[in-house]
């Protein structure tokens, strides 16, 4: 049996964005889509606003969903190619009955698509007429359509020209600020979660690694892997490239049967005979919480 996230504990503070970074295969978007109940969890709690929603019923969930949506990774198939805009981000409106007729309805939906960018005299357009970009704004559209208050973004820029990444990251920056919102932002690219983090959760094949502030995880890892895939960034400086340590090396640990005690410890170079026999506990260190025996000083 694969257990594709394994212990994991973590809060998202509102306001806050969160991001979860690691490489693929990690437990990213299963984590995602399990807190949204799009996956159901074999065991463990999901709290919402206090309320532990894990055993919640569907007619309970669809109450759930008005305050949390979702961004998908691939604009191409998340929207479906038959519908118009106007249905796309309508549908949710529709289904919950937030507005009294069409008239209002439609003078919605045309606000939304004011608000990230799309002319509202295009609201009959169907998606293949759109480029990735704008794609990818109709779906934050559609997800900001019943006023949310958390939003799991799952590598909502990855498919993106890099140039149009950073539009799509400004515009969700500006929509947090305009209505409070709180992000639980999914990506393996380090240069990304950077610039839209507020804190950093680390996983690695299931289980978190490192949770911190974006700026002390940044500046000083305190988990192998951490470090490891930071040096892993691009960088164009050569006197930087060449201070770094080796490069994180050799393959993911099957999920199927991962290695005793740490799950990392066949690739990391720190490890002790305790890394095989124990698995480390999150504890915390400051104001960061790190699963090492090791930890980095």
Do not use: W
């Not at 504990?9 to 690691?22: A, D, Q, W």
């Not at 709690?45 to 949390?68: C, L, N, P, R, W």
């Not at 400086?237 to 799950?263: F, Y």
């Amino acid at each position: 049996m694969v257990h594709a996230v394994s212990g994991v504990s973590l809060e998202i503070y509102k306001g806050e964005t969160l991001s979860l970074v690691g490489e693929s295969g990690c437990g990213k978007s299963t984590l995602g889509r399990m807190m949204m109940r799009l996956i159901e969890p074999t065991e463990g709690q999901i709290f919402f606003e206090g309320k532990d929603i894990t055993a919640f019923s569907e007619s309970q969930m669809i109450q759930v969903y008005k305050k949390i949506q979702m961004i998908f990774q691939d604009p191409y198939a998340s929207l479906d190619p038959r519908m118009k805009v106007r249905d796309l981000i309508g549908e949710p409106l529709l289904t919950h009955r937030v507005c009294a007729g069409k008239e209002e309805t439609d003078q919605r939906i045309k606000e939304l698509m004011h608000m990230v960018g799309i002319r509202p005299e295009l609201i009959d357009r169907y998606p293949h007429q759109f480029s990735g970009g704008q794609r990818q704004r109709i779906g934050i559209a559609r997800a900001l359509a019943l006023n949310p208050r958390l939003i799991v973004c799952d590598e909502p820029v990855s498919a993106l020209d890099v140039s149009i990444q950073s539009q799509i990251l400004n515009l969700l920056k500006d929509l947090q600020q305009e209505f409070d919102l709180t992000y639980l932002f999914i990506s393996h690219d380090l240069g990304v979660v950077h610039y839209i983090s507020d804190r950093v959760c680390v996983m690695f094949l299931g289980k978190i690694c490192e949770i911190g502030e974006t700026g002390e995880i940044y500046e000083k890892p305190l988990h192998p892997y951490t470090r490891f895939l930071l040096q892993a960034v691009p960088d164009m400086d050569p006197e930087k490239v060449q201070k770094r340590e080796q490069i994180l090396t050799g393959e993911i640990p099957s999920a199927v049967n991962p290695p005793s005690g740490c799950r990392f410890r066949t690739r990391c170079p720190y490890a002790g005979d305790i890394c095989r026999d124990k698995e480390p506990e999150i504890r915390q260190l400051g104001d960061r919480k790190v699963a090492c025996h090791f930890p980095l000083g």
